[in-house]
T-cell receptor, first 116, second 117 residues
Framework: DAMVIQNPRYQVTQFGKPVTLSCSQT?????MYWYQQKSSQAPKLLFH???????NEADTPDNFQSRRPNTSFCFLDIRSPGLGDAAMYLC???????????????FGPGTRLTVL | AQKITQTQPGMFVQEKEAVTLDCTYD???????LFWYKQPSSGEMIFLIY??????QNATEGRYSLNFQKARKSANLVISASQLGDSAMYFC??????????????FGTGTRLTIIP
């Protein structure tokens, strides 16, 4: 089945220690998104890639970076995690440009990040 | 102002009953899309149903239907014959008229639905 995969599902890191979260997709979608979701809150968009074009949200901290080496993979790098960065990180994909409803975003299972 | 408003933070419903989750939205765009997602305790966001602003008929997907009232700017989710597995957080979201390549979803604050046996 085509899907969005995130690894790892749970990540524990130390305060200030860089961490990388991974997302891959077999849907051949041209857009990939990274969201941060804190407990009992709605997901908050950090940035997204339309093909290779990177779109950063204005309020995304510089501490968060992303890479998309190819269509299938996208990475979220947190350069110096703080306690406030503990959250669920959700990757999503969509396919733009093919008509109504096809821009639906499909999410992966998420990576739950703990910062000690 | 909130673009997506979900006024029910939590709901408790008896198994097998129908349930309506409320969602109102605010936009000045003519072209927009409305989505509902389910998020179980495991954390994955599961797409349920989509309604386009130009769709004349209410969307349906199995036990899910969307009661779309454009003039009132509401897009309520109706779940028929609720099941224990429906217990989850439900998010309403809107995609406003996007610039090509600048797709964004705005989420509401969610409704936590609990189905009682």
């Amino acid at each position: 089945d085509a899907m969005v995969i995130q690894n790892p599902r749970y990540q524990v890191t130390q305060f200030g220690k860089p961490v990388t979260l991974s997302c891959s997709q077999t849907l051949n979608h041209n857009v990939m998104y990274w969201y941060q979701q804190k407990s009992s809150q709605a997901p908050k968009l950090l940035f997204h890639y339309y093909d290779k074009d990177f779109n950063n949200e204005a309020d995304t901290p510089d501490n968060f970076q992303s890479r998309r080496p190819n269509t299938s993979f996208c990475f979220l790098d947190i350069r110096s995690p703080g306690l406030g960065d503990a959250a669920m990180y959700l990757c999503a994909t969509s396919r733009l440009g093919e008509g109504r409803g096809t821009d639906t975003q499909y999410f992966g299972p998420g990576t739950r990040l703990t910062v000690l | 102002a909130q673009k997506i408003t979900q006024t029910q933070p939590g709901m408790f419903v008896q198994e097998k009953e129908a349930v309506t989750l409320d969602c109102t939205y605010d936009t000045s765009d003519q072209s927009y899309g409305l989505f509902w997602y389910k998020q179980p305790s495991s954390g994955e966001m599961i797409f349920l149903i989509y309604q386009g602003s130009y769709d004349e008929q209410n969307a349906t997907e199995g036990r899910y239907s969307l009661n779309f009232q454009k003039a009132r700017k509401s897009a309520n989710l109706v779940i028929s014959a609720s099941q224990l597995g429906d217990s989850a957080m439900y998010f309403c979201a809107m995609r406003e008229n996007p610039n090509f390549g600048n797709e964004k979803l705005t989420f509401g604050t969610g409704t936590r639905l609990t189905i009682i046996p």
